[in-house]
Nanobody, 127 residues
Framework: VQLQASGGGLVQPGGSLRLSCAAS????????LGWFRQAPGKEREGVSC????????YYANSVKGRFTISRDVAKNTVFLQMDSLEDEDTAVYFC?????????????????????WGKGTLVTVSS
């Protein structure tokens, strides 16, 4: 199983980035997917998670209205569209997968049920 995150980079405040996480060796029909981040000196934070059917989503309060999570079943990929980026969004972003019987809020808010983690991609928001 491999979760490969990409799309990070340097962006100015107010700008946008789109992260992608391609899953291989994993049937995403049975897994919720999520994005987490860890900034220097801070604990890991659940950013956004989505259920297998996209019927349920979770967003951290800090990103509500700015970030959008989606998934492409055919491509086995989950995306995180990040708009109106702020300095505080600077972090390494990781994608993760948990069996779908875990509610997305539980997965995201408490990192419960996660079976697989991908390597991170660095997002730097700076002028």
């Amino acid at each position: 199983v491999q979760l490969q995150a990409s799309g990070g980079g340097l962006v100015q405040p107010g700008g946008s980035l789109r992260l992608s996480c391609a899953a291989s060796g994993l049937n995403l029909d049975y897994y919720g997917l999520g994005w987490f981040r860890q900034a220097p000196g801070k604990e890991r934070e659940g950013v956004s998670c989505v259920s297998s059917s996209e019927g349920s989503t979770y967003y951290a309060n800090s990103v509500k209205g700015r970030f959008t999570i989606s998934r492409d079943v055919a491509k086995n990929t989950v995306f995180l569209q990040m708009d109106s980026l702020e300095d505080e969004d600077t972090a390494v972003y990781f994608c993760a997968a948990a069996p779908d019987h875990y509610p997305v809020a539980t997965m995201c808010a408490h990192s419960i049920g996660i079976h697989y983690w991908g390597k991170g991609t660095l997002v730097t928001v700076s002028s």
